[in-house]
């Protein structure tokens, strides 16, 4: 019963990053949808879409400046509502990449792509997964969902290492290839900075539960 | 927003020469808690008792301009006093249990203004007590007095006090200032429950229970209002600098 009025507005600040996050994943699988398809109109939604994943930061900072305000928040309240202003810097930030990767498919033009893109749409669905399930892990405060997500970004970084191996490969024996090579590169680093963004929420939500554990001052 | 269910046009109230309230223009919206806060002396508790014309008792208190309580002048002379209180209800600083039984001070009331049918004075005295959650913890010494009840106790008794007498609005005076903290957040999550059937206007002090149990804040100053808006407004993005160094300490 007791500031049942102040959990009422938690669970509701919860539901929105909920939405938040599912814009992001959207926006992800949408972004490298477009590059894949090379769909301009595609890429112009994701771009347009940036704009509410924006929107939704502004309104959930505002509404915990006020819970802030308003509440005198302490202990885990207080670093529970410190949480979601730094979850939806993250979340916010994803959102430009995946809007970055939507811009990339736009300059990209009518060429064809420098090869089918295989590896970049499974990294992107790993990615996917990684924001799903770090979301969860925030709304169940489950530090082990969460240090398996952290531990899959290296999974992610490899992907990363492999696909700028490839390119490289790509441009050294042909230079007419650089300009198309460079948009994948672009692209698969967009998305290895979203997964990093995924695991800055993880190491958010140890802390949330742990407050003695400062691991993520040390990046 | 539906419109205010009391409003104040043009009010003025004068302790003789002393002009307590200036010019004030507000509305009170209906089913929610407002907060009345600003420094001492600054016209809050006069302007919360202006509302059941409880000023009505101090001598050389003159009023200028309206205040209406259902689109209608409270200071008209048609005005029912008798009705008013009942319809604006109000609960003080201190606890003020009758030196009765739990089960008199509820009765009390419908008694004194002939209200209801003696016979379901018990049905009546139930769901007073279960409305500010205190049936349980009584039900078995309703004819204890209330004076051995802790002061929370007492508070939340003289809140059932006032729901006998079905009003639309609840003055609060200050109604946790005796209360300690764990007893004042009861209390404010009471007034949560009660909101969804009554408008409480509050007076308090204290500037954090204004911000974390009301929907809407006034704040005053030198018998003037200076700010109201929801009360998230108010304590985030003040619209007037004097708001904003009363809430953040800088005055008061």
Redesign the interface.
Known sequence: MLREHFRQELRQLEQELLKMGKRVITAVRESVGALQALDVERARHVIADDEVINGCRAEIEEKTIQLIATQQPVASDLRELIAFLDLIVNLERMGDHAKGIAQIAQMHGSQPLLKPLIDIPRMAERVCAMIEDSLQAFLTRDIDLAQAVIERDNEIDKFHERILGELLSFMLHDPEAIRRATFLIWAAHNMERIADRATNICERIRFLVNPDDKTFFHP | MEKGIIQTVKLNLFYDQFQALIDIDMEVPARRITAMIGPSGCGKSTLLRVFNRMNDMIDGVTVTGEVRIDGKNIFAPSTDLIALREKVGMVFQRPNPFPLSIYQNITFGLEVHALGNKREYSAQVQKALQDVILWDALKDRLNQSALDLSLEQQQRLCIARVLTMKPRIILMDEPCSALDPIAT??IE?LM?ELKKDYTIVIVTHNM?QA??ASDFTAFMYLGKLIEFGE??QV??RPREQLTENYISGRFG
């Open positions: 957040m009861r999550e949560q954090q911000a974390r009360t998230g304590f985030t």
